[in-house]
């Protein structure tokens, strides 16, 4: 006998799902449909339990656990960052998390966030330029052309109105790729020069994004390379002992970051003093904290990944999933019948082997 309770089923979006339910909404409208919901969430930042994400490290890179709720949802991802994983077959970062009932603690909804994670990362960044970045920005350049890249291009271009890309990566295959996606998604390769140097990629950009992924203290562009005014979107560092800028540059930029707790620990700002000022997101998009105050000032986003940065996306996504009728439902947990006769469920496994015996 199925003593399951069809109410108590939770949701399942895997990873072929979740990327089809982006082709059939559009990139680009998801990628709104993110920004603002965590520019939304992040207005009302005081109704969050908030901690720094755990993790836990290794040689090769890193698993964290992030955590956080309000009165009415938990959620949780699951990511892992390891640089050499690409050399094996396998993505630097992948991701799935979940959305539980506060009320309850059940789980409504299991959702792959490998994608959402590049999704939900590309629309914050894309939030927080809005605020920082000079206004009539039309060039970017983009350092490191790997799995993030292509959103993080799209982000700025579908969102921002950013006009030209100038692209460098170490290696040249990974720009290729990114030409060649961006060609996909209507970007065409007039607008995109691969160039042979950061340097080179830097020369009249006015939005720089770096997101490359090596685990030790890099520097993927030179100080002298950024001009005033210029707004940082720093994406890669993300991890302790993992930075990709010149700590020159953090001296002479006006520094954002989402969680200071955890970008203490994992940001570009590990390589400054405990107490370097910074200012959180959340108070520039409640007018608590100015963003940019003039047209020469450098303004740095030093992202790692926040939380509720997956808060939002997995309530974004249920929600679309819901309504496109895409969830599947899933045996996660058991209904039982009596919920305190849990021995049951023995019972009822046992009936069954016998009738498959
Ligand atoms: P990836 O491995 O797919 O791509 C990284 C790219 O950087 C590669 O193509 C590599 O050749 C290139 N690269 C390495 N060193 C370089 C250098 N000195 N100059 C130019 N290019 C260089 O990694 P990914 O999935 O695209 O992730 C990029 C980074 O973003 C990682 O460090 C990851 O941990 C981080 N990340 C941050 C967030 C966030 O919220 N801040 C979210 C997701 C990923």
Redesign the pocket.
């Known amino acids: 006998m199925d003593t399951r309770n069809a109410a108590m089923t939770t949701d399942f979006l895997g990873a072929t799902q979740a990327a089809r339910l982006v082709v059939r909404h559009g990139l680009t409208h998801c990628l709104q449909g993110l920004c603002d919901t965590i520019e939304a969430d992040f207005a009302r930042w005081p109704d969050f339990e908030k901690s720094a994400r755990i993790a836990h490290h290794s040689s090769g890179g890193v698993i964290e656990l992030m955590p956080v709720s309000d009165a009415r949802d938990y959620a949780f991802k699951y990511?892992n960052?390891h640089?050499g994983?690409?050399a094996r077959g396998l993505?630097?970062?992948m991701a799935f998390g979940a959305l539980a009932d506060v009320a309850t603690g059940l789980p409504v909804l299991l959702c792959d966030l490998t994608l959402a994670?590049?999704l939900?990362?590309a629309a914050?960044?894309a939030l927080a330029a809005r605020r920082l970045a000079r206004p009539g920005c039309h060039t970017m350049a983009l350092?490191?052309?790997?799995?993030?890249?292509e959103f993080q291009a799209l982000a700025f271009t579908g969102l921002l109105g950013i006009e030209r890309l100038r692209v460098?990566?170490?290696?040249a295959q990974?720009m290729h790729k990114l030409v060649d996606n961006l060609g996909h998604a209507g970007v065409t390769a007039q607008r995109i020069t691969c160039c042979t140097s950061?340097a080179e990629a830097l020369d009249g950009a006015d939005i720089v994004t770096?997101?490359?992924?090596?685990?030790r203290r890099?520097?993927?562009i030179a100080d002298a390379d950024v001009r005033p005014g210029t707004h940082v979107n720093?994406?890669?560092?993300?991890?302790p002992g993992?930075t990709?800028l010149p700590a020159a540059l953090l001296q002479r930029a006006r520094i954002f970051v989402?969680y200071t707790p955890q970008t203490r620990v994992e940001g570009e700002i590990q390589q400054l003093t405990a107490d370097a000022p910074v200012t959180e997101l959340w108070q520039v998009i409640t007018g608590q904290a100015p963003g940019r105050t003039h047209d020469t000032e450098i303004t740095l986003f030093d992202?790692?990944?926040?939380a509720l940065?997956d808060y939002s996306a997995l309530r974004y996504l249920h929600g679309l999933a819901r309504d496109a009728g895409m969830l599947q439902p899933l045996d996660l947990v058991p209904a039982l019948a009596d919920p305190r006769d849990l021995y049951r469920l023995l019972r009822d496994a046992q009936q069954a082997e016998r009738g498959f015996g």
């Open positions: 990511v960052g640089p994983n690409t993505p630097t970062v994670t590049a939900r990362t914050t960044s350092i490191g052309a790997g799995s993030q890249a460098f990566d170490i290696d990974a950061s770096t997101a490359t992924a090596a685990k890099a520097c993927v720093a994406v890669g560092g993300d991890c993992k990709e989402e992202s790692v990944g926040f940065e």
